[in-house]
């Protein structure tokens, strides 16, 4: 049988782990995006790396091999959308955090109002509700292909498939006119309240008036 094969972390931890700055931008990435914990926003960040790692190698050298290495790697990355079809091998230094993020399949599935909110797109992936070209995929970190990304969509025998359903995505419009109205009693309550205590100054001054 052999010894069992040691797993290895697949990303790599801030080296100094009590940046006040790098701590604010973590919280808010994990917040926006949907994410568990901050482990998935270092998995994102060693993928980044990379990607930066290589670009800088291969610059560097000027052989037929590094030539190849470049298509091969500006295809991939073009394919991820991560690249324009015209960008040449210097666009993949000034990649962000960001641009592999918006590239998730959790953030995808939101985008194309398969969920309500970002978090709701999160579960539904984990649960096997989501499929990518008809197979059901259950990684909310899964980089999406420019090819995949339009075949997004409710698996078959999942429950979310029928319009109907009222987990389904809520039109913009009516989400718009909820708040509004929510808004707008809000306003009605708070010009109520500093009318009535308007009224009560008024007549404690008024008392006081008379009893002079």
Same mark, same amino acid.
């Given at each position: ?5 040691? /797993?290895?972390?697949?990303?790599? /931890? ?5 940046? *006040?700055?790098?701590? &604010? %931008?973590?919280?808010?990435?994990v917040? &926006? ?6 482990? &998935?926003v ?6 980044? @790396?990379?990607?930066?790692? #290589? ?7 000027? /052989? $037929? ?5 470049? #298509?091969?790697?500006? $295809?991939?990355?073009? @394919?991820?959308?991560?690249? *324009? ?8 230094? %000034? ?6 993020? %918006? !590239?998730?399949? #959790? ?7 398969? $969920?309500?909110?970002?978090? #709701? ?11 990518? $070209? ?5 990684s ?6 420019t ?20 987990? !389904?995505?809520? !039109? ?13 009693? *809000?306003?009605? *309550? &708070? ?22």
């Open positions: 049988m052999g010894d069992p094969k040691k /797993t290895r972390k697949k990303y790599e /931890t801030p080296h100094h782990p009590w940046n *006040k700055d790098r701590i &604010e %931008e973590e919280r808010v990435l917040r &926006e995006y949907g994410m568990v914990n901050k482990r &998935e270092y998995k994102m960040r060693s993928v980044l @790396k990379d990607f930066k790692d #290589q670009a800088k190698k291969l610059i560097a050298l000027k /052989t $037929a091999q590094a030539e190849r290495e470049k #298509q091969q790697m500006l $295809a991939k990355l073009k @394919k991820l959308g991560l690249l *324009k079809e015209t960008s040449s091998i210097d666009p993949i230094l %000034e990649l962000t955090l960001r641009d592999v993020l %918006e !590239r998730r399949l #959790q953030t995808q599935a939101y985008k194309k109002g398969l $969920a309500k909110t970002v978090k #709701q797109a999160r579960q539904f992936i984990v649960h096997g509700h989501v499929m990518i $070209a008809g197979k059901k995929m259950t909310p970190s899964y980089i999406l292909s090819e995949e990304e339009g075949s997004i969509n409710f698996a078959s025998h999942s429950k979310l498939n029928d319009v109907e359903h009222p987990e !389904r995505f809520v !039109r913009e419009d009516a989400k718009k006119e909820v708040k509004k109205e929510k808004k707008t009693e *809000k306003e009605g *309550k &708070e010009g109520i309240t500093k009318n009535k205590s308007g009224e009560r100054y008024r007549n404690k001054g008024m008392g006081r008036g008379t009893r002079k």
